[in-house]
């Protein structure tokens, strides 16, 4: 493997530790928990996971442990920093027993169902600390939630003499890490499962987590590229970027890098639904401040678009939702192709025909037409960005007519989601996540299961970082999936209260108006603590530092 | 203005210079030189400023100039360093006179004419030092050719008592650095015009240029998200990422970005044209390395796409030429939009109706319907990298029903440009653009005119690079522009016989079957001088280093 130079000087560095956990440890317990919401429920449902207490790790006595082995599953899309939670899992098993072994499930959770591992050696975790990717042993979205996978898995684990698991995900993978914690602890199978809050959209969080790992670097190098843009954009002077960030549920990354950079617009997805938006609305928005620049002789700026936010205006979800009804019928599927779109107009409501009609041609018609294999219709292959570009495009023409627009507008589109998942975790990415890791073993030390691994704290330095674990079911309600009441972990959106979108809204007028760009440039690793070593301006917000 | 805390630490930051700039200089001059051909046409047309002696500065007396004002113009495309040019030519008139003023003309070469302009203070060039964009007094497109605008620019000069003008820009610029400093020579009106060579394409550079400044960064910011996408098509193994890479004329970025990256395939346009490739040749070759992948179960790779390439592929140029043709008759202006297929279908050689047909309907239209301001069609428009990545699934579909292939193929499309040619600018770069600055003021105060500003040795640490001049009439010959011969630097393509390209083709069947990603990462500024002062692939290569 030809290593580039910065992954070389990147191999050296020693991701920093909580003060806590560079010795040995006892955990400090605090009194029973409750969950989020349905407590009955909840209770119900996980009766041997259920009420544990929050832990937290002091300084304790050496412990030397018999060999203990651990299985590691990394779940879902990429994120920064998953390498060191592995790297972190391992070194610190191996400061309690170094006969314990460290193994990988391959390509996710389907890796665990169907028996596919690597055995993950110091030669092979030495090649991987500190860079990005998931490549070590790969990621899947394969569900945890069948009886029959937790049977099958539990095999496996006889097999290799594993005797607790490690799971890195989201929201939904940390709930099925905690449905399956509660299913081995009731079928006493002797396995513990502990999670690890993973994901770059930064919607895993709570009082007990406080940014799920990846959010950072993520949120770092899609700043460094609007920042470019924008410095691009206020040389040329001649261009509105219309820039789309990943995240389908949450806006917490463009709000993140509209906090970083200061473009001219940034758009919520939570405050569009919230404010039942309509689509013209939120083109009226956009057109709005782009004519005022014009006045001022600025027609150049940036604009920030979550990937989801079309399915955030009221108005839209209705159509879809209704799009996703009608053309599942069986009339549907006898209409050719040619005459789909008459069929669609014919069969929805006045309401949503209006809004379907006020689509650009090709948006309306990649409704009516392209399907996912599901049969629904596919919301992710709309490019928002050029969508709304033209809808834009379209208002200040007729302003123009009107005369009340003067000034010249010419876009260009961006979108950026894989070009951050992969990154080289930043200095807290590869700290944080290397001490979820390590921290983890601790968990597994103390006997705990349906815990997740948690670390806060994290404005303050690496060594006053508070390191311990919360049961899982804390964090859960019951919600309605697929017309079934489920216990799941909350999903965090923007808070529209909250310190970091209030921040936001406190300036966004001003930052319409006139050009008060930052230039982030790109993450460093090794030069002075306050470029290399910054919380999101998300975290440091919320904590009011 | 606001800063991110890497432009405060930046700021601080001294770019290095060559030895000789440290202190006082003499310009040491070679032989008479002559044009790189066309010789006697150039000479005739350059009476005053062909056959100079190139330069080189070594270690001198000290001089203490008078007072000696300097206007400066940023021409064209943002590059990375732009601001360190401006920087070091402030400190090096400085060095001088302390009382040499610098004025800035706004938004390019436009700015001269029409008197646009402001001084550029201490103040102001601190504001500015070790970063991206063209923003201190804007870029602009204007092309200085005519006479009118040679005497409307010196009415300005003479009133700020400005005696050389610095122009840094690309070769078409840089061509008219000269005709504008032989303009001046021949009607004695003292003032120097010198030039530097920007742009981040690459592509002015000969014998007595090493590299344009900006290539460096833009390469790098490119091949550190190139890197990261190739991380994650590594770690989620389901996309083939096809990758567009600014550059219209030649395929130097894509290239070093190759030569950075490994990726699964890298086109270049200079060979496309030369092995006079169909389109369909291009989509087969990328459709056989796919299918090569996916035999060993990879169904994941990347592509690589120089933005010009359809332009360099000879059946689409003779089909772009007629089309020009055709849509600008007479009869074309009566054909009703919806007949305009049609129309060019009927009006077009069976060669080229055999192209038109070939391609995806969306293409064809486009090609068919869209013109620019001067009728003719738009090449830039065309999303190459969804062309191809839609042509290769056809192909694959193709083979897939006739048994010669068995994989899954998923695109992903991204197109890299404005996201690199304002990046803050590395060490590289940083010192490159001060020295070329700095070294400009020393051509100004040997009388020098019709110069460009050159660094050389710049694989050697900062101290041994050599400082100098080389006039720019060398760099000529004469070629046809708008049914004219004129005089022009001749444009830098990449070489087939060049070490960089042998490289490349050394290596590209392995980098195609195997999986030998490099990931180069972020710039960085402050860590090690490997990893933060390497000069780019193809420089090393060229010189052998």
Same mark, same amino acid.
């Given at each position: 493997m030809e290593k580039s130079f910065l992954q070389i000087a990147r191999a050296a560095y020693q991701p920093k530790l909580p003060k806590a956990l560079q010795g040995p440890v006892k955990a400090k317990e605090g009194a029973?928990? &409750? =969950?989020?919401?349905? &407590?009955?429920e909840i209770k119900a449902e996980f009766p041997n996971t259920y009420g544990m207490p929050v832990i937290e790790f002091v300084e304790g006595e050496a &412990?030397? #442990?018999p060999p203990y082995n651990v299985g590691v599953i990394l779940s879902g899309g990429q994120a920064p920093g998953g390498h060191n939670v592995i790297s972190g899992l391992f070194d610190g098993i191996k400061t309690l027993n170094p006969d314990s072994k460290l193994y990988g499930f391959i390509l996710g959770p389907g890796g665990l169902v169907d028996h596919n591992y690597m055995e993950l050696t110091a030669d092979i975790i030495d090649e991987y600390r500190n860079t990005g990717g998931f490549d070590i042993i790969g990621s899947g979205r394969t569900k945890l939630e069948e009886i029959e996978q937790f049977e099958k898995g539990i095999e496996i684990l006889r097999k290799l003499d594993i005797k607790a698991l490690v799971i890195i995900g989201g929201d939904d993978s940390n709930t099925n890490a905690c449905v399956l914690a509660e299913y081995y602890a009731a079928k006493k199978y002797g396995v513990q499962v502990i999670g690890c809050p993973k994901t770059i959209d930064g919607d895993l969080k709570n009082e007990q987590i406080e940014t799920s790992f990846g959010f950072d670097t993520a949120c770092k190098t899609y700043s460094e590229l609007i920042g470019n843009i924008q410095r691009d954009c206020n040389s040329a002077r001649k261009y509105w970027h219309f820039i789309k960030l990943m995240g389908r549920s949450a806006s917490h990354i463009a709000l993140e890098c509209a906090l970083q950079c200061q473009p001219n617009i940034c758009l919520v997805s939570e405050e569009v639904e919230q404010k039942a938006m309509s689509l013209d609305e939120v083109v009226t928005y956009i057109a709005t401040a782009v004519a005022k620049r014009a006045e001022q002789g600025n027609n150049f700026g940036t604009v920030l678009i979550p990937e989801g936010l079309i399915e955030f205006i009221p108005a839209i979800k209705k159509l879809i939702a209704e799009l996703n009804d009608v053309l599942a019928t069986d009339e549907a599927k006898t209409v050719e192709r040619s005459e789909q779109i008459d069929f669609v107009r014919r069969s929805i409501s006045a309401e949503n025909l209006a809004v379907f009609n006020s #689509?650009? *041609?090709?948006v309306a018609a990649q409704l009516a037409l392209d399907r996912d294999p599901h049969g629904n219709v596919q919301v992710s292959l709309i490019e928002t960005e050029k969508l709304l570009s033209k809808m834009v495009a379209d208002k200040l023409a007729a302003w123009k007519a009107e005369g009340k627009y003067v000034g010249k507008f010419a876009a260009q589109h961006h979108f950026f989601g894989y070009e951050g998942r992969c990154a080289a975790p930043s200095n807290y990415d590869a700290d944080y996540?290397? =001490? #979820?890791?390590?921290?983890?073993s601790r968990l597994i030390a103390n006997g705990k299961t349906g815990y997740m691994s948690i670390i806060k704290n994290t404005t303050a330095p690496a060594a006053e970082w508070i390191a311990g674990g919360v049961p899982i079911t804390m964090m859960m309600n019951m919600e309605r999936r697929n017309g079934k009441n489920k216990p799941v972990i909350r999903k965090a959106l923007v808070e529209l209260d909250g310190a970091p !979108? @209030?921040? !936001? *809204? *406190?300036? @966004?007028?001003?930052? *319409?108006e006139k050009t008060e760009y930052v230039y982030p440039g790109p993450i460093q690793y090794f030069g002075p603590t306050e470029v290399c070593d910054q919380p999101t301006c998300t975290l440091k917000l919320e904590q009011n530092k």
């Open positions: 029973p928990t &409750q =969950s989020v919401g349905n &407590q009955e &412990q030397q #442990l #689509l650009p *041609a090709e996540c290397y =001490s #979820l890791g390590f921290n983890a !979108f @209030r921040y !936001f *809204a *406190a300036h @966004r007028d001003e930052w *319409a």
